[in-house]
């Protein structure tokens, strides 16, 4: 926090331009809104928008840049905008809020009564426990399903996966797998409930850290989360490589079929969910990248994802019809490598593999 100073009346003018850089617009925002954010991705904070109904956080601010927006009802600006639109008040007195709100100022009854600022400092965040099954209970559900999947009982999963454009290579190589039934508790640990399907692991180096079911036939929700230990990347950290492009997407399925149709060119790699945070350590080896391309789903969900990585990040939407990179597969097994050409270096140049098309 830079060093705070004394403003001796609140009739003094304040040189905004000279003061919005030194603006701790997290510590505003967590003063006005009154609580913690929801989530975190990509050192950007996440809360319910305080303008407008908004069941799923969908308020946005950006530290880094000193800006907010909701990307449910478009309202957007700097610390001294955001007050302004919560109190209602005038430029300058919201100026004078924000200074004080960030502990930049202080105002003096009188210049012989001076007045220690306080800075403001968000509240500290509690750290992640694991959830779900037992470490040990994970890790057998996961290498039992691993050799289920390749048994008679995981014919249909296989089926799916091979129906996402996923090879038996890549699916091995995920360590990919098929449960007919397990007993999953619930976050808070007082039940269970069952659920099927096929299980997807993440790993952090050789550690176990998340496991989800993708459930089949229609079952609802769609993905259960088993297990839950400080998940970072997926397929894993290994996957960003110095000095190579490096792809984000929506989803695991996604991740693995861009991963399999672009080896040789880009790392690919997924957080998940648009929820999920950039861990830090994450977030330094993905400026060793060469590049960094946000490839999310073409859809609302998809372009607020995309905005939880940093600013540099070329935002590639899947091409027109197509909301997903399994849809682009499905429409051509050429498609993704055809669609990825504009933007990096393939063995076969755009132009030839358009001419293929």
Known sequence: MPSPFVVRAPTDRLDWGALKDRIDLEAVAVALLGEPPGRKGGGRLWWSCPFHPDRNPSFVVDPDRGRWKCWGCGEHG??????????????????RRVVELCGLATWEAS?????VPR???????????????SPADALALVEDAAERLWSPNGVEAIVYLRGRGLNDETIRAAR?????SARVPTKDGVRSYRASGIVLPW???????????RQLKGARPKYVEAFR???????????????????????????????QQLHDVAGVVTLGSAASRLDEDVRRAVKSCRSLFTAHDADNAGDMAAEC????????RPPEGCNDWTDVHASGFSRIRYSWGRHLPMSVPWEELAGRR
Do not use: N, Y
């Open 309 to 316: 990585w940093p600013s540099r990040a070329v935002r590639v």
């Open 111 to 115: 210049p012989h009564t001076p007045i």
């Open 176 to 180: 990919l797998g098929f449960v007919e």
């Open 203 to 213: 790993f952090d180096g050789e550690r176990l850290a998340l496991v989800k079911i």
């Open 78 to 95: 700097d610390a001294a905008a955001l007050v302004m639109k919560l109190d209602g008040s005038t430029f300058p007195a919201a100026v």
């Open 229 to 259: 230990d400080r998940p970072r990347i997926f397929p894993g950290p290994e996957a960003i490589q110095t000095g190579l492009p490096l792809i984000v997407v929506e989803g695991e399925f996604d991740c693995l079929l861009m991963a």
């Open 119 to 133: 800075p403001v400092k968000a509240p500290d965040r509690p750290q992640e426990r694991p959830s779900g099954l």
